[in-house]
């Protein structure tokens, strides 16, 4: 799977959107950009996904590059609740590629009143 | 909406003992995995199961390591001898399947079990 490049933490200003980069810059054609996010030590949350376009659900929306080297996650109104680290990971889908997940550091996001 | 649980939530162990940690997966899901992750640290991947059998594995999960689904519902993690060093977040996930690309293959997580070894 490809190696994916976040910040280490940012800040927000809760009832603004949040947004935040990754890069992966040797993602392949068959590799999926999955976000998930960890409250406080809790089990991960899956946020979203995406192959190469735009995706939109409940909780974010993910906006990736057309050379699909990088993507952003966008929290549209950022709550207290939404302060956690999120991980940006690139995943290749199939059966013959194996279903782990690999999670790097990912951002630290804190969400200020 | 359904969930992946897991019991218990803390574990308090000695060094040498041995420990079973449960998950039930989401009812309709076939594939579940263990992760851990140590405090301050990245999580990580232990092992996969489908089939009644292990799919893939991380060098981490060695022979003191085993996973069993000893019924329809439960999924379980057993470390034989714990070592102070397998402190950690233990966390069960479970995803439909796999080589359906998207939403099917996402995997879901559990709250995780708490061990801690004295």
């Known amino acids: 799977d490809a190696k994916t490049t976040q910040p280490p933490s940012m800040d927000c200003a809760e009832g603004r959107a949040a947004n935040l980069p990754c890069n992966h810059s040797t993602i392949s054609g068959n590799e999926y950009v999955y976000w998930y996010r960890q409250i406080h030590s809790q089990g991960p949350q899956y946020i979203i996904h995406?192959?190469?376009n735009n995706e939109t659900n409940e909780m974010a929306s993910l906006i990736i590059t057309e050379d699909r080297k990088s993507s952003t996650l966008i929290l549209p109104h950022a709550t207290l609740r939404d302060t956690a680290v999120y991980y940006c990971?690139?995943?290749?889908?199939?059966?013959?590629?194996?279903?782990?997940?690999?999670f790097g550091g990912g951002t630290r996001v804190l969400v200020k009143p | 909406e359904p969930e992946v649980t897991q019991t218990p939530s803390h574990q308090v162990t000695q060094m040498g003992q041995e420990v079973i940690l449960r998950c039930v997966p989401i009812s309709n899901h076939l594939y579940f995995y263990w992760y851990r992750q140590i405090l301050g640290q990245k999580v990580e991947f232990l092992v996969s199961?489908?089939?009644?059998?292990?799919?893939?594995k991380s060098e981490i999960f060695d022979d003191q390591f085993s996973v069993e689904r000893p019924d329809g519902s439960n999924f379980t993690l057993k470390i034989r001898s714990t070592k102070l060093e397998d402190s950690a977040m233990y966390f069960c996930?479970?995803?439909?399947?796999?080589?359906?690309?998207?939403?099917?293959?996402?995997?879901?997580f559990g709250p995780g079990t708490r061990l801690l070894v004295l």
């Open positions: 199961f489908y089939n009644n059998e292990i799919s893939e």
């Open positions: 990971i690139v995943r290749v889908s199939g059966k013959a590629a194996g279903n782990k997940l690999t």
């Open positions: 996930a479970s995803s439909t399947r796999i080589g359906l690309a998207g939403l099917q293959e996402t995997q879901y």
């Open positions: 995406g192959l190469k």
